[in-house]
């Protein structure tokens, strides 16, 4: 008698949602969930920035003063224009401009890596101030009761985020090379959409973390 492994029908990949239309349609959906989960971690995050704000409202005040506006600017500008590189390369790919669009999200990875380049530059200039987290922190120009926790909340926020773009950075390159060789196409992009969903996600979540840092 035939085995069980041999009368066993084989199930063709990634058919568990039926036809194209329900597997794009369930993969824009589990992206969706994912960023919602994202935006709860940074919700979060700006929940506890806004509630020792209200505890230590001199001391964010002050804080502010220390911030390099022009680099904070600077990184903004950087994120709006990636975000609206990627929004042109998903555009090419469905006019069939693989090529263009391959250039433009090796722009927007580019980018990335300037905006965490600037931050890093922030970072450097902080440690030189021992503007640390925790129990490390030893700015002396900045020695008030809560100064320590503004620059906690300040590295955890924006580490976290520069974490994010990282991640998107390698999904951009990632998404860049596959457009190149030609994967996708007007008909199938959706790996470049998700790609660009979760890089706009990035973008707009600095543009919440920029004006309550720099500016407010």
């Avoid at 773009?165 to 951009?172: M, P, Q, R, Y």
Wanted: net charge neutral.
């Amino acid at each position: 008698m035939p085995s069980d492994a041999a009368v066993r029908p084989v199930v063709p990949a990634a058919r568990h949602f039926g036809d194209e239309p329900a597997r794009q349609g369930a993969a824009h959906m589990g992206m969706w969930v994912f960023l919602a989960s994202e935006v709860m971690l940074f919700t979060a995050l700006f929940t506890a920035y806004a509630l020792y704000r209200l505890a230590y409202p001199e001391v964010f005040h002050l804080g502010r003063t220390y911030m390099d506006v022009t680099l904070g600017t600077a990184n903004t500008y950087v994120l709006v224009c990636s975000s609206i590189l990627v929004a042109l390369a998903i555009a090419a790919v469905r006019s069939g401009r693989d090529l263009v669009a391959s250039v433009l999200l090796i722009g927007a990875a580019l980018l990335g890596v300037c905006f965490l380049s600037i931050k890093g530059a922030e970072y450097v200039h902080h440690i030189h101030d021992q503007a640390l987290p925790g129990a490390h922190y030893a700015f002396e120009k900045f020695a008030i009761p809560g100064a320590s926790l503004y620059f906690t909340l300040y590295w955890v926020m924006t580490g976290i985020h520069a974490l994010h773009v990282v991640v998107g950075v390698g999904v951009l390159s990632v998404m860049a090379f596959r457009a190149l060789g030609g994967s996708f196409s007007a008909a199938y992009h959706t790996p470049l959409e998700l790609g660009g969903m979760y890089w706009h996600l990035v973008d707009v979540i600095w543009l919440f973390l920029w004006p309550l840092l720099y500016l407010v």
